[in-house]
């Protein structure tokens, strides 16, 4: 049986980022806190935080913070059922990729988190790496690009995001003056978010080619338009993403007519609780894009 309080002091110190912070939360001493920590990882046979050089958790201990935040979701719940029992706070740790935070998420679940009184902990992810954050059970619920979900989770789907590759007229005259063809390809600079992201060579094999390309690499949906901008290369930018700069013609597509359609799941562990199925909904009814 899993003393929660041990579990509490966990999730705490992750959140609070250190002992003593975390002791001042729960009104403990930073030894009592450190002695919660200890019993655990004696109980479990395993360490669940690593110290250096900087505080997170251990697989294990991730698992624990995932298990903490369906409890404290199902408590919730049950506080709504029984007024006598105080509704504790919740944080619900997310994995989407940079491109949905960077377009329509905010204005999805906004309303519905003040309403709910909930905290997001949000992991940046690429769209085909999330599910094995969910996997490993390092996050309650992700968005991703795969219908299948894990064993003992549910996969919803929400619609398709339309992607084109997108440049400056400049550098279209530059690098495609000929047409977009192999040759032109296998010198063009593109944009990539990471080594994780597929989409430059999803879009290519699509259109027919399958070898390598130079390309800059760019973490950042924001800054990946500048780039784009800046005319360095060009990239897979969501359409949604980059009306402004299409109407103004600052951005034109390096093969038009082309796109690439990426259909998008939301993931989220099953007997979570009716915040997730509200949040779920709240989702499915925002309709951010086309199906």
């Given at each position: 049986?899993?003393?929660y309080?041990?579990?509490?002091?966990?999730?705490?110190?992750?959140?609070?980022?250190?002992?003593?912070?975390?002791?001042?939360?729960?009104?403990?001493?930073?030894?009592?806190?450190?002695?919660?920590?200890?019993?655990?990882?004696?109980?479990?046979?395993?360490?669940?935080?690593?110290?250096?050089?900087?505080?997170?958790?251990?697989?294990a201990?991730?698992?624990?913070?995932?298990?903490?935040?369906?409890?404290?979701?199902?408590?919730?719940d049950?506080?709504?059922?029984?007024?006598?029992?105080?509704?504790?706070s919740?944080?619900l740790?997310?994995?989407?990729?940079?491109d949905?935070?960077?377009?329509?998420?905010?204005?999805?679940?906004?309303?519905?988190?003040?309403?709910?009184?909930?905290?997001?902990?949000?992991?940046?992810?690429?769209?085909?790496?999330g599910?094995?954050?969910?996997?490993?059970?390092?996050?309650?619920?992700?968005?991703?690009?795969?219908?299948?979900?894990?064993?003992?989770?549910?996969?919803?789907?929400?619609?398709s995001?339309?992607?084109?590759?997108l440049?400056t007229?400049a550098?279209?005259?530059?690098?495609f003056?000929?047409?977009?063809?192999?040759?032109?390809?296998?010198?063009?600079?593109?944009?990539?978010?990471?080594?994780?992201?597929?989409?430059?060579?999803?879009?290519?094999?699509?259109?027919g080619?399958?070898?390598?390309?130079?390309?800059?690499l760019?973490?950042?949906?924001?800054?990946?338009?500048?780039?784009?901008?800046?005319?360095?290369?060009?990239?897979?930018?969501?359409?949604?993403?980059?009306?402004?700069?299409?109407?103004?013609?600052?951005?034109?597509?390096?093969?038009?007519?082309?796109?690439?359609?990426?259909?998008?799941?939301?993931?989220?562990?099953?007997?979570?609780?009716?915040?997730?199925?509200?949040?779920?909904?709240?989702l499915?009814?925002a309709?951010?894009?086309?199906?």
């Amino acid at each position: 049986m899993i003393d929660y309080k041990l579990l509490e002091a966990l999730a705490t110190v992750i959140e609070c980022g250190g002992f003593e912070r975390a002791g001042a939360a729960l009104g403990l001493t930073q030894s009592a806190v450190s002695q919660r920590i200890r019993t655990l990882e004696i109980r479990l046979g395993q360490p669940v935080l690593v110290r250096s050089p900087a505080l997170k958790a251990t697989p294990a201990g991730q698992r624990l913070l995932n298990h903490v935040q369906q409890v404290q979701l199902l408590e919730r719940d049950l506080a709504r059922s029984i007024p006598a029992i105080s509704e504790p706070s919740a944080r619900l740790r997310i994995a989407l990729n940079a491109d949905t935070l960077a377009t329509w998420w905010a204005g999805a679940i906004g309303a519905f988190c003040s309403d709910e009184a909930l905290l997001l902990d949000l992991v940046i992810e690429d769209q085909d790496i999330g599910l094995r954050r969910m996997r490993e059970g390092d996050v309650a619920a992700c968005l991703c690009s795969s219908p299948q979900p894990v064993a003992g989770a549910r996969s919803v789907p929400l619609g398709s995001m339309a992607y084109l590759p997108l440049a400056t007229p400049a550098y279209v005259r530059r690098h495609f003056g000929d047409g977009f063809n192999e040759q032109s390809l296998e010198t063009a600079p593109a944009i990539v978010f990471g080594p994780n992201d597929q989409l430059q060579h999803r879009f290519l094999a699509q259109c027919g080619f399958h070898g390598s390309v130079p390309h800059h690499l760019c973490p950042s949906s924001e800054g990946f338009v500048k780039l784009a901008l800046a005319g360095m290369g060009y990239g897979m930018i969501p359409e949604m993403q980059a009306r402004r700069e299409l109407d103004a013609g600052t951005l034109v597509s390096i093969a038009p007519g082309k796109s690439l359609q990426v259909q998008l799941y939301w993931h989220f562990w099953r007997h979570s609780g009716g915040i997730m199925d509200r949040l779920t909904d709240t989702l499915t009814a925002a309709k951010p894009f086309t199906y």
